[in-house]
């Protein structure tokens, strides 16, 4: 599951930041990170490990706890996590 890409995106264009800036910044913190892979983080196509939540924190200079998205209802994601299901945190085009 990624519960965070959303909030990298949210995160990164708030600095002004393109993905290729974003991931060189991370490149020159150690952690070995193309753009694509980037983008599929920030589409919730690629699972985030903790160590990639911590460099993405430092490198934005916000908490670990603001990658996440405010006011998740658990009883929400603990089915879909359980099942393997892809968790929409915001509505699709067809919901608004």
Excluded: H
Excluded at 1 to 15: A, D, E
Excluded at 68 to 75: A, V, Y
């Amino acid at each position: 599951m990624n519960l965070i890409g959303s909030q990298v995106r949210k995160w990164r264009k708030k600095k002004g930041w393109s993905q290729e800036f974003l991931a060189t910044k991370l490149q020159l913190r150690g952690w070995n990170i193309s753009r694509d892979s980037l983008a599929s983080l920030e589409l919730q196509r690629r699972r985030v490990p903790d160590c990639e939540m911590l460099y993405l924190a430092r490198v934005f200079g916000i908490r670990l706890e603001d990658l996440f998205p405010k006011n998740l209802p658990l009883n929400k994601i603990g089915a879909q996590f359980q099942s393997g299901q892809r968790l929409a945190i915001f509505p699709t085009r067809a919901e608004q």
